[in-house]
């Protein structure tokens, strides 16, 4: 599937072109907010602008995120225990929620033939959530007593019995020391995603429409608010190095890790005091078909004591590209750029007098994490083998190759009681005259996708979403819009069965 650049944005001898919804980025979110927005109104002028030469190649890309469709099947980071003891199930039940309206929207497209086959993009893969340990089995045993009275995990099943997790996961299991008590729970229908063909597909799609334009190899430098309230913004030809204007009434900061730099520069209100902490990842790449070929599951364990949320490690059957693989990860590390291919001056560049307290603040209670991410990255192969024998205990260094994964921006923000913080969840920042949004942080990430791009149509696109048409489509789009799939457990049964058939899943 290929992506082809159209128009020539920076014309000299053009006048200024205005957009009705300048897309910065060509993620997956940038490509959701564009396909619903064209869905919503066929006539709105979309342009894309994306700094390297091809369509999702930065975090959204395949190889570069671990594709798990983050349902809170697996993640034990979303059931957080009590002081008490008891397990948090409610961020589990929203992202899960949220996960069934990505599941919507992509079944629709796929049943108006405007992605391609869901093989391409979506495989079905069990969900496996593995502990070891009485404390950590008593505890795993707890969160599924309570999340399987949830009609969103019904499914879910639990067992500690070895030779039942051996036919789950067949590689975690073998030569484990025996008496070691362990425990798994499975949600058969979880799913691995690859977003990087997934958001090409959506992309290419857009590109059929002639109010649509892409334009790669174009960087955003600048964006000014004029006082007509449109976004007047300064793009670089990264080939000519030349540079222009266009004009946009309507500007989604979908840059991943450069969206940070853009608010900042855009200077709305709603943005200030904002700062940024990149955390790169890495993983272990199995090289030896006969292992790949042994797993089939994605199996995520307890994140290590002080380590960040997002390194929960777990041990994952990708399919990228239509090829299997298998992965193990993510370890994380610390670089100063926002992008995988940014600069190293990113960080020091985002410190301004508005955020300087947030970072500081921040960087002094969260020196738990500067020591593990230091201690992640001066690993040795043989350590990262280790860890990874943990999970797969016949595991040999040499089936298993390091590779980069994607580069995450972590969120710092001012908070009252510690001067800044740091948080591991994703943000939209809107603009009060709802003329521009942003996306910051990185965390559930790809697989919220639709209903973060809603929250963005519902905040700056007030007027037309009182519009009974907007409602109407995108009640066609997505049958759970403006209903609970949390509180509904009939609608979600009706969802269901719709989303997993249409795409395969079951
Ligand atoms: C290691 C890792 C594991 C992850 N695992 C998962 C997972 O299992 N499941 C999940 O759902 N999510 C996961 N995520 C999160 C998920 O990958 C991201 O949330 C998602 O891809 C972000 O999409 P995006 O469109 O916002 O950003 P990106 O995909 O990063 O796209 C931003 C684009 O903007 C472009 N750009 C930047 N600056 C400019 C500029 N000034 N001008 C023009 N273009 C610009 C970039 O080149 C890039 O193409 C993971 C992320 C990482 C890093």
Known sequence: MKTMIASPLLHPVMPETTFDVLLVGSGIMSATLGTLLRQLDPTLKIAMVERL?????????????????????????YTPQAKDGSVEIQRALGINAN????????????????LPAPRSFINPTPHLSFVWGETDVAFLRQRFERLRQHHLFQDMEYSEDPAMLAGWMPLVMQHRAPGQAVAATRVSY??????????RGLVNTLQQ?????LHLGHTVTALKQRG???????????????????????????AGGGALPLLQQSGIAEGKGYGGFPVSGQWLVCNNPDIINQHHAKVYGKAPLGAPPMSVPHLDTRIIDGKPALLFGPYAGFTTKFLKQGSFFDLPASIKPNNLKPMLAASLHHRDLTRYLIGEVFQSHRERVSALSRFYPDARAEDWTLAAAGQRVQIIKHCKEQGGKLEFGTEIVTASDGTLAALLGASPGASTSAQAMLTVIERCFKERMRDAEWRARLQAMIPSYGLSLVDDAELLRSVRQRTLATLALR
Do not use: M
């Open 53 to 77: 030469d091809a369509v999702a190649q930065e975090s959204t890309d395949g190889w570069n995120n671990a594709g798990t469709g983050h349902a809170g099947y697996c993640e034990l980071n």
């Open 99 to 114: 996960f069934e309206v990505s599941l919507q929207l992509w079944s629709w497209l796929v049943e108006q033939q405007a």
């Open 190 to 199: 979880g799913s691995d995603v690859d977003f990087g063909t997934l958001t």
């Open 209 to 213: 429409h002639p109010n649509f334009s």
């Open 228 to 254: 007509d309230r449109q976004w007047q913004v300064r793009v670089q030809d990264g080939s000519s190095r030349k540079t222009g204007t266009l004009v946009a009434k309507f500007i989604f900061l979908g």
